[in-house]
């Protein structure tokens, strides 16, 4: 996708109209002393706590900014692929996908669920709280507690701001340059959007880090737990996936997925001590 990045034009052009070297070397350090000075305020202003990681978190993409760059997202993915129409299909998604969102730990924007006509069996999650599932995957879930396991990973991607974290690792530097240019984070959450717009659906499809992916795990587990999900389903969907790798063809979501069976040893363990982390759950026990 086409972008425009961020330039320093107008900021050049203060140094054209300045005619001796002094001035020249004088303005250059005025700007990155003013940059610096930017950055300490961002570092500064931008370090949040995170209920879904339990720590402090340098996050310098405000909510309003990760929304926009996540609409700019989706433009890009209904582009790219088509949604289904399918209306049962598309209400038991978003019905599941809300019912799991309603207890995650991020409660600052509202999530979006939608559905790919895709044969791959794929899921994803971009900024701003947008989810999506492949019709592939959907296909082979044998029950809403595996499409909830699908889900309330992804809600747990969105809660920790892992991809959000992904941006910025990217395009830091970037991102930081148009901060400080910006007046501390006053440009609009549209210039964000169109700074990461290109670049950002690269981010999308990268894998996760091991332990990001831990921890989208163990947070889906206890998302289940609240909204009344099975947790043991996620066990059932990852040998499902993990089936689905036997052949010649490895499913899209195990490309960037990795290490299965690890995964399932640790939900398993994760499970187990669900009573005694979050107390006991009369949801569950109703079953």
Not at 90 to 112: F, L, P
Request: proline content about 4%.
């Amino acid at each position: 996708m086409d972008y425009r990045p961020w330039t320093m034009d107008n900021t050049m052009r203060l140094f054209r109209s300045v005619p001796t070297r002094r001035s020249i070397v004088d303005s250059r350090w005025s700007l990155v002393v003013s940059f610096l000075l930017a950055l300490f305020c961002v570092q500064g202003c931008a370090t949040m706590y995170n209920p879904a990681t339990g720590r402090e978190e340098f996050i310098m993409i405000s909510t309003p900014s990760e929304v926009a760059m996540g609409k700019s997202v989706h433009e890009s993915i209904i582009q790219k692929y088509k949604l289904s129409r399918d209306p049962a299909q598309i209400d038991r998604v978003r019905r599941i996908g809300e019912r799991a969102a309603k207890v995650s730990d991020r409660q600052d924007y509202e999530y979006h669920f939608y559905l790919i006509e895709e044969d791959e069996m794929n899921a994803f999650t971009t900024p701003g709280g947008n989810i999506y599932v492949y019709t592939g995957l959907l296909e082979k879930l044998e029950n809403d507690d595996q499409v909830a396991s699908v889900l309330a990973h992804e809600i747990g991607h969105c809660a920790a701001r892992h991809t959000v974290k992904k941006f910025q690792a990217a395009l830091g530097y970037d991102l930081i340059s148009t901060i400080a240019l910006n007046a501390i984070g006053e440009g609009t959450a549209q210039q964000i959007a169109q700074l990461s717009s290109g670049a950002v659906m690269n981010i999308v499809f990268s894998a996760y880090g091991r332990q990001d992916e831990y921890q989208a795990d163990q947070l889906g587990i206890k998302y289940m737990y609240r909204a009344c999900f099975d947790p043991r389903a996620a066990v059932e969907t990852f040998k499902i996936l993990e089936a689905g790798s036997q052949g010649p063809d490895v499913p899209l979501i195990l490309r960037s997925h990795p290490f299965i069976s690890d995964r399932i040893h640790m939900v398993e363990e994760e499970i187990k001590s669900l009573g005694s982390k979050y107390g006991p759950s009369p949801c569950v026990m109703a079953r």
